[in-house]
């Protein structure tokens, strides 16, 4: 089957299209998906654009060369003999290879506990020596013609989620479990820093989550602008170099600016801010933004990066992170769903629609062009970029 390696055969590019042989089911509890698309996160481009610094810590976890492709959505087209879902089914996939996956016995403390997020066994190297599908071999990837799954990682697709959008469900579910991992106050302003696709999930799953809560978006580039008015942000404020665009932003939440250039900051602020883009200035302009005691939630995979921390002890700040898929409670009760199904609903209802969100595709054979269109923003118009493997 053909696939998208990460072997670094071409150290001008770093990924390869090649054709290899189809993996075989671990045991009877997985199941063969045959992907109908998969997406391009803004964690594959940091692999091509070398815009952001190394993760170091990761690295006890990660298996070179590995298939890309963890926003994954499919069509279930074989069985092992201890999984009852339906041939046929449509099926988004938790990428994350927690110890359910993995057959750990007995599972470690975060899992025991339901983080499965939090798995302290993802660098255990059973199964997989990858920390999950997208990232590991042997088990295939989205960036392929197939992909296996463990039954506890497939989630069915409602009928309202096209399969162009199905692979939506991945940033939509980081979303919806990072701002359960430290919520808002509904009925508190919030303010997403990126309408990259992180951001615009984010802006989709507050607005889902949170009603009562106003939703300010910080926009980079006029196409994602666009999208945020469209995916229903209360108001959109365009990013300018040097803060520019703060005086717009104290206006918004009543605070007031204080320096100008590289001292610029907000006193007062949102009380929940949402770094949604992973870059330095993107992680310096949500800790300058937030109010006191407020909190700013790490959602753009920030790595190795040079950080002005002065906010978070000078305004009493939280700075809080989140990762991957998991069960969730809503602080206003109710019983605890996977992020991944809370996803699916919010897409099924309309809340980031495919029709404005997703606007390139491409075969696999298009590989080099689908990155280049994902990377360069500006002259494509991208916004979300996905691979359909075997066709529309």
């Known amino acids: 089957m053909k696939a998208v390696l990460f072997d670094h055969a071409d150290p001008e590019f770093g990924a390869s299209l090649v054709d290899i042989d189809e993996p075989q089911l671990p045991n009877g509890e997985w199941v063969r998906v045959q992907v109908a698309v998969g997406g391009i996160c803004g964690s594959d481009l940091h692999l091509f654009s070398h815009n952001t610094g190394p993760a170091p810590a990761l690295q006890p976890m990660a298996a070179f060369p590995f298939l890309l492709g963890h926003e994954i959505a499919g069509t279930v087209i074989e069985v092992g003999a201890d999984c009852d879902v339906p041939i046929g089914t449509r099926v988004a996939i938790d990428p994350d290879l927690p110890c359910e996956a993995r057959g750990i016995v007995p599972p470690c403390p975060s899992c025991a506990k339901g983080w499965e997020s939090a798995c302290l066994n993802t660098a255990s190297r059973v199964l997989t020596p990858g920390m999950s599908l997208g990232y590991t071999v042997g088990l295939g990837g989205g960036w392929a013609e197939q992909v296996l799954a463990h039954r506890s990682r497939l989630h069915v697709i409602p009928d309202g989620v096209p399969d162009r959008g199905a692979s939506l469900h991945e940033p939509v579910s980081i979303a919806s479990h990072g701002l359960l991992r430290a919520s808002p106050r509904d009925g508190d302003p919030v303010l997403v820093v990126g309408a990259g696709i992180i951001g615009l999930a984010a802006l989709a799953a507050t607005r889902a989550l949170f009603p009562a809560s106003e939703v300010t978006v910080v926009a980079r580039h006029e196409q994602q602008a666009e999208a945020a008015r469209a995916c229903g942000a209360h108001r959109v404020v365009r990013g300018l170099p040097d803060y520019g665009h703060f005086p717009e932003l104290a206006e918004i939440c009543g605070a007031r600016v204080s320096g100008t250039g590289d001292s610029t900051m907000l006193l007062g602020g949102f009380p ?51 990762m991957n898929h998991a069960p969730d409670a809503h602080p206003h009760g109710g019983p605890k769903v996977h992020s991944v199904d809370r996803a699916l609903a919010i897409l099924a209802t309309g809340g980031l629609p495919d029709s404005v969100v997703v606007t390139h595709e491409f075969p696999l054979e298009g590989l080099r062009e689908a990155v280049h269109t994902a990377i360069h923003r500006d002259e494509s118009g991208a916004i979300k970029v996905v691979f359909r493997p075997n066709g529309t």
């Open 272 to 322: 929940y801010v949402v770094e949604a883009v992973g870059y330095p200035g993107s992680v310096n302009e949500s800790l300058r933004a937030v109010d006191n005691r407020g909190t700013v939630m790490v959602l753009g995979a920030a790595t190795t990066m040079e950080v002005d921390l002065t906010p978070v002890w000078w305004k009493e700040a939280a700075l809080v992170g989140a």
